[in-house]
């Protein structure tokens, strides 16, 4: 390694992004922050803390991977099977009754969590009514995220993790093979609008009735947990519901008392209060 | 040597697993240390690992959640299919980032958030395993003060895991995995 990063460093260096560009890091766990920046350093081989500053300040290609190579944009078509069985069995039947269902996915990567959601309401007839908003504020993965393709190598993976989740047909239907990547079906992305939203500094843009927000909370200290469970709780209507990673938790927000755990093992809570 | 330990992390992976039941067989329900275990397990498979180990332990053995204070008292398992790092306010976080040395959760990780988190309070324990995940972890910690013990490669079932720490530093002790109980018994 070539430079270890104190506290010190790491706040200059997110005080300088935040003043320079618009992204506020300051929140983010710093275990996993410190350890990513680290990662930068020595694949760029940046010498000294100065050099660093001064690429983020200045060039601007850097800024860009520098902000690809914090977020962590891991993800899977139907992660953790259990949950989209619960969700398909305890919150479906509840909400396949309302008109234009709305529905969001904040911190959706490369759309394999989104496309999964669109499966499953094909599935159940009611993915014609519904409208999915997926976001996430690293822009590069939003774009490819948009086209549909995903990466093939989680092709195995992805429909490992369909069987288990036990849909009703195969997920090879949904997808065909070009140029090594997967492609989704057109039909499945009519109704999913990508946009570019920053769950720290941008305000909640709709009600919906489901907000999937799943391991992009573990990036975060509690207290910006704190906050964005506050803008889920004002984004969605009474009785809606929220789905976080299966290690995140509510528990320690304020707003933990305005949410009925419905399922405590899928992280699945449903609004009860205003 | 100063043994007051604030946390004892161990790490280990095939043929760890006896090893792991032996010492937390051994040590009594009001043993006060936190334990971290940082061990390889498949990614797909969330249920049965800590269940397993928690037959045998008079400790309770948690998976711990995102963001959840580290206490006295308590035995922790990293969750399959997550990193588990330790914060310097002594909470965990969890992470999805790729898996590191082909590991999800990945022994290194969990070791140099520790060595970053506790220092010169923390034992560092390094078991059976057939790749090198963790050595590099294990010498970040011996570099901040760390106390580390290696099982006894000779003894260990797989020996790649305490060699490969071996081959980076000399670490404090190396020692049979009786030894290693006897050794965390010992502490207060
Ligand atoms: C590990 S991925 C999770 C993908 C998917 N939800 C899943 O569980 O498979 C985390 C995503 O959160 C995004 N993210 C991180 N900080 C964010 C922020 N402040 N606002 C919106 N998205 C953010 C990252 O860019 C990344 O794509």
Same mark, same amino acid.
């Given at each position: 390694?070539?430079?270890?990063?104190?506290?010190?460093?790491?706040?200059?260096?997110?005080?300088?992004?935040?003043?320079?560009?618009?992204?506020?890091?300051?929140?983010?766990?710093?275990?996993s922050?410190?350890?990513?920046?680290?990662?930068?350093?020595?694949?760029?081989?940046?010498?000294?803390?100065?050099?660093?500053?001064h690429?983020?300040?200045?060039?601007?290609?850097?800024?860009? +991977?520098?902000?690809?190579?914090?977020?962590?944009?891991?993800?899977?078509?139907?992660?953790?099977?259990?949950?989209?069985v619960?969700?398909?069995?305890?919150?479906?039947? $509840?909400?396949?009754?309302?008109? $234009?269902?709305?529905?969001?996915?904040?911190?959706?990567?490369?759309?394999?969590?989104?496309?999964?959601?669109?499966?499953?309401?094909?599935?159940?007839?009611?993915?014609?009514?519904?409208?999915?908003?997926?976001?996430?504020?690293?822009?590069?993965?939003?774009?490819?995220?948009?086209?549909?393709?995903?990466?093939?190598?989680?092709?195995?993976? $992805?429909?490992?993790? +369909?069987?288990?989740?036990?849909?009703?047909?195969?997920?090879?239907?949904?997808?065909?093979?070009?140029?090594?990547?997967?492609?989704?079906?057109?039909?499945?992305?009519?109704?999913?609008?990508?946009?570019?939203?920053?769950?720290?500094?941008?305000?909640?843009?709709?009600?919906?009735?489901?907000?999937?927000?799943?391991n992009?909370?573990?990036?975060?200290?509690?207290?910006?947990?704190?906050?964005?469970?506050?803008?889920? $709780?004002?984004?969605?209507?009474?009785?809606?519901w929220?789905?976080?990673?299966?290690?995140?938790?509510?528990?320690?927000?304020?707003?933990?008392?305005?949410?009925?755990?419905?399922?405590?093992?899928?992280?699945?809570?449903?609004?009860?209060?205003? | 040597?100063?043994t007051?330990?604030?946390?004892?992390?161990?790490?280990?992976?095939?043929?760890?697993?006896? %090893? /792991?039941?032996?010492?937390?067989?051994?040590?009594?329900?009001?043993?006060? /240390?936190?334990i *971290?275990?940082?061990?390889?397990?498949?990614r797909? %498979?969330?249920?049965?690992?800590?269940?397993?180990?928690?037959?045998?332990?008079?400790?309770? /053995? %948690?998976?711990?959640?995102?963001?959840?204070?580290?206490?006295?008292?308590?035995?922790?398992?990293?969750?399959?299919?997550?990193?588990?790092?330790?914060?310097?306010?002594?909470?965990?976080?969890?992470?999805?980032?790729?898996?590191?040395?082909?590991?999800?959760?990945?022994?290194?990780?969990?070791?140099?958030?520790?060595?970053?988190?506790?220092?010169?309070?923390?034992?560092?324990?390094?078991?059976?395993?057939?790749?090198?995940?963790?050595?590099?972890?294990?010498?970040?910690?011996?570099?901040?003060?760390?106390?580390?013990?290696?099982q006894?490669?000779?003894?260990?079932q797989?020996? *790649?895991?305490?060699?490969?720490?071996?081959?980076?530093?000399?670490?404090?002790? *190396?020692?049979?995995?009786?030894?290693?109980?006897?050794?965390?018994?010992?502490?207060?």
């Amino acid at each position: 390694m070539l430079l270890e990063l104190d506290l010190r460093a790491i706040k200059a260096i997110m005080a300088l992004v935040k003043a320079k560009h618009r992204y506020d890091f300051e929140n983010y766990a710093m275990s996993s922050i410190k350890r990513r920046i680290e990662r930068i350093i020595d694949l760029k081989k940046i010498e000294t803390l100065d050099k660093l500053l001064h690429s983020l300040e200045f060039d601007l290609e850097f800024f860009d +991977y520098f902000v690809r190579e914090i977020t962590v944009n891991t993800t899977e078509m139907f992660r953790d099977p259990a949950m989209w069985v619960v969700l398909n069995n305890e919150v479906i039947p $509840n909400i396949k009754i309302i008109n $234009n269902l709305r529905i969001w996915h904040a911190g959706c990567s490369t759309g394999e969590e989104v496309f999964s959601m669109a499966i499953l309401l094909q599935e159940a007839g009611l993915l014609e009514k519904s409208i999915l908003y997926a976001t996430d504020l690293n822009t590069n993965v939003l774009a490819s995220a948009k086209k549909g393709e995903l990466t093939i190598r989680n092709q195995e993976l $992805n429909t490992a993790n +369909y069987e288990r989740f036990k849909g009703k047909g195969k997920l090879a239907d949904y997808y065909t093979v070009q140029d090594g990547k997967m492609i989704m079906n057109k039909d499945l992305m009519t109704n999913i609008t990508f946009k570019k939203h920053d769950l720290v500094l941008d305000k909640s843009f709709l009600k919906f009735d489901l907000i999937f927000c799943r391991n992009v909370l573990i990036y975060f200290n509690m207290q910006l947990q704190d906050d964005v469970i506050g803008k889920f $709780n004002d984004s969605l209507f009474k009785g809606g519901w929220l789905i976080l990673g299966t290690k995140e938790t509510m528990a320690f927000t304020k707003s933990a008392k305005k949410f009925n755990a419905v399922s405590t093992s899928e992280r699945i809570y449903q609004k009860t209060a205003i | 040597m100063d043994t007051n330990f604030n946390v004892i992390v161990i790490g280990g992976s095939a043929g760890s697993f006896q %090893v /792991v039941i032996s010492i937390l067989e051994s040590l009594p329900a009001n043993f006060q /240390v936190p334990i *971290v275990l940082c061990l390889h397990r498949p990614r797909h %498979v969330r249920e049965g690992f800590k269940e397993a180990l928690n037959t045998k332990s008079k400790i309770m /053995v %948690v998976e711990p959640d995102d963001k959840e204070s580290i206490k006295r008292g308590n035995v922790y398992l990293a969750p399959a299919n997550f990193h588990l790092l330790l914060e310097l306010n002594h909470t965990f976080a969890l992470s999805t980032e790729e898996a590191v040395n082909f590991s999800r959760p990945a022994i290194d990780l969990t070791f140099e958030t520790a060595a970053y988190a506790y220092g010169k309070k923390m034992l560092i324990i390094m078991l059976s395993g057939a790749n090198s995940d963790g050595a590099k972890g294990m010498l970040k910690a011996y570099q901040k003060g760390a106390y580390t013990i290696v099982q006894d490669p000779t003894e260990a079932q797989i020996n *790649v895991m305490p060699e490969s720490a071996i081959k980076l530093f000399k670490p404090h002790a *190396v020692l049979s995995s009786k030894k290693i109980s006897e050794f965390i018994n010992a502490l207060k």
